[in-house]
């Protein structure tokens, strides 16, 4: 299966086992008035932080807590007798905000179209078999006890979380920082602003011979999800794409609306957040403990 990289990423650490899972934005809910936006010139998007990021770990941090989630998860393990390991998770190479309005790299697509250059993809780490006795130990889906031995509240997945999270106090949604960058995203795509954008980029890849809406539907075509490497229409589509954006403006706009949308969730939502930071904090300090970092 070809790697491609989505718009909208919400990124949830050791969701089920040792790996990452997620989920996507379901829209915008209530409208509200649409917020002002500053002119924003944004010479490298590999650069680009956005206001919600600061309530986010880094690629980096986010690796050191999948690894420290992950060893307490093998250690507590380890305690009924099941002998497991897993590889420390790496950093994701691409920039957290590189590809939030899709491709922009005339290099890039011009040999991948609208796929992930392979030096960007971090191999997915197989991750150990479990047997039934050991999954219901990790997830806590089972009996209260193992051959006389209390199993933790959660299993041992649960236990990792308390271990890391440090006693601090969960928020409501502790997800709260990456939902509400996700519904800008997408409160952003329904903008007038933006829909004027849109409308600009689709002429242009007219002029080309494309019949696409907006970015989304060129970078989610389904003609491009199969094969090994990147068509040529692929190709030739991803570029026209990324001429039109830049012939209009396109990145630069999103950027600005983008940014509104993120700035009046953090006036609203700044309780919920500030909690969640001070969470994030507290399972980085446990996390470097438990790596040795």
């Known amino acids: 299966m070809p ?11 050791g969701a089920i086992t040792f790996g990452l899972g997620g989920c996507t934005d379901d829209g915008p809910s209530a409208p509200q008035q649409e917020p002002a936006i500053a002119v924003i010139s944004v010479p490298d998007l590999k650069s ?19 690894t420290a989630e992950n060893n307490l998860k093998l250690e507590c393990l380890r305690r009924f007798g099941f002998a497991l390991s897993v590889p420390a998770a790496q950093p994701r190479p691409l ?31 197989k991750e150990p078999e479990l047997s039934a006795a050991a999954l219901s130990i990790l997830t806590g889906d089972g009996q209260n006890s193992y051959q006389g031995q209390a199993i933790p509240e959660g299993g041992c997945t649960g236990e990792a979380r308390r271990k890391i999270a440090g006693g601090a106090a969960t928020p409501a949604d502790p997800d709260v920082a990456q939902n509400l960058k996700a519904e800008a995203l997408s409160r952003a795509r329904h903008d007038s602003r933006m829909v004027a954008i849109f409308a600009e980029w689709k002429a242009c890849m007219a002029r080309s011979g494309y019949d696409y809406s907006d970015p989304f539907d060129a970078n989610d075509d389904a003609q491009f999800a199969s094969g090994e490497s990147a068509s040529d229409a692929e190709i030739s589509t991803a570029s026209a794409d990324v001429r039109c954006k830049k012939d209009t403006n396109l990145v630069n706009v999103w ?33 470097a403990k438990v790596v040795g970092t």
């Open 95 to 125: 920039a957290v905000n590189e590809r939030r309005y899709g491709v922009t790299s005339e290099e890039d697509v011009a040999s991948y179209g609208y796929r992930v250059p392979p030096e960007y993809v971090v191999e997915r780490q």
């Open 255 to 287: 950027v600005a609306v983008d940014v509104a949308y993120q700035n009046r969730a953090i006036e609203q939502h700044s309780e919920a957040l500030n909690t969640a930071k001070q969470l994030l904090e507290t399972r980085l300090r446990n996390a």
């Open 48 to 66: 680009l932080a956005l206001p919600l990021d600061a309530y986010l770990p880094t690629r980096e941090q986010a690796a050191v807590l999948l």
């Open 3 to 13: 790697v491609r990289e989505s718009f909208v990423r919400v990124v949830l650490i």
